[in-house]
């Protein structure tokens, strides 16, 4: 995946982050930030997130 670079990975990253900065509980943005860190090899918060995603959309 040639076009799966650093800077589009930070790009996703920050769009993640707005997205949560406008409502914490949103799961989709938990869960997109997530794989955005798995991609990064970033495990323990991406599996934070994915977590979190997973307990918002259990209520």
Do not use: P, Y
Not at 4 to 21: F, G, I, P, S, Y
Not at 28 to 43: E, K, N, P, S, Y
Request: glycine share 2%.
């Amino acid at each position: 995946m040639e076009w799966l670079t650093k800077e589009v990975l930070d790009k996703a990253r920050e769009c993640c982050e707005v997205a949560l900065k406008f409502d914490d509980n949103d799961s989709r943005a938990h869960a997109a930030i997530g794989f955005v860190l798995f991609l990064r090899r970033q495990d323990v918060e991406s599996e934070n997130h994915f977590q979190r995603a997973m307990r918002i959309k259990a209520r």
